[in-house]
C-alpha cells in the first residue's frame, strides 16, 4: 500500500476546507497510509520586509526537513514546477511506487510559498496552475488529485 505524507505550513481555520480535506482524507484511506501533518506558519509583521520573509521561509523549511520521513521522495508543490496531467500524476505515483523509496512526501507551504532551498531538494517540483491559489485550496485540490490518481490507476469511472 502507498505511504503518503502532505507536509503544509499552515493551520486549518475555515470549516469547509477542513470537511472537504477531510472527505479526501476518508477516501484515500482504501488506497494508502495518508498522513497529513501541519506545521505552524512563522509569525510576519503587517508588511514584511524581504528579508523578514526570507527569514520566515527559512525557519519554516528547517520545520519542514524535520518532518520529511527517511528515504522519502519529495514533491514540492510550487508555481515554478512542472504543470501534470492527472494521468502523468498518476504515472509519477505509479514510478514512485517501483522505486525503493518508502513514502512519497508532498510539500505545501504557506502563505508567502517555500524557501528555494527545500524546493530545490524536492524529487520533483509541482505546479497545479500558473493560478495562485489560497494555501488551504491547494491542500484540498492536492488530496483530490491524489484520489484521482489512485482512481485512474485502477481503472475506474471517477476520472473522465
Known sequence: MLSITLICVGKMKEKFYMEAAAEYVKRLGAYCKLN?????????????????????????AEAIRGKIPANASVVALCIEGKLHSSEELAEV????????????????????????????EAWVKLSMSPMTFPHHLARVMLLEQIYRACKIREGSGYHK
Open 36 to 60: 497529513v501533518v501541519e506545521l505552524p506558519e512563522q509569525k510576519l509583521p503587517q508588511d514584511p520586509s524581504r528579508g523578514e520573509i526570507d527569514a520566515a521561509l527559512a525557519k519554516e
Open 93 to 120: 505515483m505509479a514510478r514512485w511506487e517501483q522505486s525503493s523509496a518508502k513514502h512519497l512526501v508532498f510539500l505545501i507551504g504557506g502563505s508567502y510559498g517555500m524557501h528555494p532551498s527545500i524546493k530545490n
